[in-house]
């Protein structure tokens, strides 16, 4: 069984970055997606990383902003957020698609429990 555990969150300013991690415990020979959830708003897909790292897609509202890389080696998937916005202020989640391209997290399990970003104005 594979289980996620993010880390990394916390507040910044407008312009500031930050990154994120989800350490996986179990297989780790998939790709890999990071979704967020702000207060009151659906959940909402951010970026998705192949087992090899050497592909990856992303949503149009961090596009050109946030890259996700991954560390085999170390079980590790990373999400870094540079440019931060205050309307990317929610909770960030790691998941596992049941397949490539996927965008909805109806598509996504295991969840990991999450980790808050805020960035200030």
């Known amino acids: 069984q594979v289980q996620l555990v993010e880390s990394g969150g916390g507040s910044v300013q407008a312009g500031g970055a930050l990154r994120l991690s989800c350490a996986v415990s179990?297989?780790?020979?998939?790709?890999m997606g990071w979704f967020r959830q702000a207060p009151g708003k659906e959940r909402e897909f951010v970026a998705a990383?192949?087992?090899?790292?050497?592909?990856?897609y992303y949503g149009d509202s961090v596009k050109g902003r946030f890259t996700a890389t991954r560390d085999n080696a170390k079980g590790t998937l990373y999400l870094y957020m540079h440019n931060l916005k205050p309307e990317d202020t929610a909770v960030y989640y790691c998941?596992?698609?049941?397949?490539?391209?996927?965008?909805?997290?109806?598509?996504?399990?295991?969840w990991g429990q999450g980790t808050q970003v805020t960035v200030s104005s």
């Open positions: 998941a596992v698609p049941n397949r490539w391209g996927a965008r909805s997290q109806e598509e996504y399990a295991p």
């Open positions: 179990g297989r780790f020979n998939h790709p």
């Open positions: 990383i192949s087992w090899s790292g050497d592909s990856d």
